[in-house]
C-alpha cells in the first residue's frame, strides 16, 4: 500500500525551518542585526552629551514622552536578546558535541580566536547589560540619581552620566565590557553576511575588514564619553555634587 505523503502547512514547514541548523543561525544573525542597530542609534543618542547639557536631556525627555515608542522598542530588544542569547547557546552546544570524538590534532586552531570565544563574549555583554539597564534605565544602583533635575525641571541625564563615569571602577567595568562587545561584533559581522549567503572567497576578507572597522567604530563612540569624564573634558554643570 502507498503511503499518503501529507504535505505540511506553512506553520509547521517555518516551524521546521527555524528548529534547522540554518534556521537557528539565520534566526541568530537576524535578532543581531536588530540589536546592532540599536546599539548604533543610542550611540548617535549619547553623544549629544558633547554639544551641551541642554541638548542631551532635550533628547532624553523626549524619549520620555513617548513611551508607547520606547517600550516598543524595548521589548523588541527583550525579545531579540532572549533568542539570540538561547539560540547562540544551542548553536554553541551543538558544534561542541557535534564530533563527540576528538581528533589528535584539535583542528578549532584555524578559527579565529573571536569566533571561538563568542559565547564568553556575548555572555560578558548580557551581565554588564543587566547592571548598565539597572545603573542608568531604571536608576535601582544609585537612587540618588533620580533627584537630579536641570533648571527646567528635566530629569539631569547629562550629570548622571557624569557622576556615574567619574567613579573608576564603574568606568572601568565599562570599558571591558564594550572590549567584549566590539570583539564580538569583528566575527558577528562577517558571520552575518555567510549566513546571509552573501560571503564568498572574494568578499570575505572584505567583511572581515569592515567587521573591525565598525567594532572600532562602536568602541570610540561609547568609549570616549567616560574617558572625557575621567579627563574632565566635560564637567559637571554648577551646584551639582
Not at 170 to 185: E, N, P
Not at 186 to 203: M, R, V, Y
Amino acid at each position: 500500500m502507498d503511503t499518503v505523503q501529507v504535505k505540511p502547512t506553512p506553520a509547521q514547514a517555518e516551524l521546521k525551518f527555524i528548529s534547522s541548523s540554518i534556521g537557528k543561525k539565520m534566526l541568530h544573525a537576524v535578532t543581531g542585526l536588530f540589536m546592532f542597530v540599536f546599539v548604533a542609534g543610542h550611540m548617535v543618542g549619547n553623544l549629544q552629551i558633547f554639544i551641551s547639557q541642554d541638548q542631551l536631556n532635550t533628547y532624553a525627555q523626549a524619549l520620555k514622552d513617548l513611551p508607547a515608542l520606547t517600550w516598543s522598542v524595548r521589548i523588541v530588544m527583550l525579545v531579540c536578546l532572549v533568542i539570540h542569547v538561547w539560540r547562540g547557546i544551542q548553536l554553541y552546544f551543538e558544534n561542541r558535541f557535534s564530533r563527540p570524538i576528538r581528533y589528535v590534532v584539535n583542528t578549532t586552531v584555524q578559527a579565529p580566536l573571536a569566533s571561538r570565544t563568542m559565547i564568553f563574549t556575548g555572555g560578558g555583554v548580557f551581565l554588564y547589560l543587566v547592571y548598565h539597564l539597572l545603573h542608568f534605565t531604571f536608576i535601582v544602583t544609585n537612587p540618588q540619581y533620580a533627584n537630579l533635575h536641570d533648571t527646567l525641571g528635566r530629569h539631569d541625564v547629562y550629570s548622571m552620566v557624569i557622576l556615574g563615569f567619574q567613579n573608576g571602577l564603574i568606568s572601568a567595568v565599562y570599558f571591558v565590557a564594550l572590549f567584549c562587545l566590539c570583539y564580538h561584533l569583528t566575527h558577528a559581522i562577517p558571520s552575518l553576511f555567510q549566513t546571509l549567503g552573501l560571503n564568498n572567497e572574494k568578499t570575505e576578507p572584505k567583511f572581515k575588514v569592515l567587521g573591525w572597522l565598525v567594532a572600532i567604530a562602536i568602541f570610540v563612540g561609547y568609549s570616549v564619553i567616560p574617558a572625557a569624564v575621567l579627563l574632565q573634558i566635560i564637567k559637571l554643570p554648577e551646584g551639582v555634587h
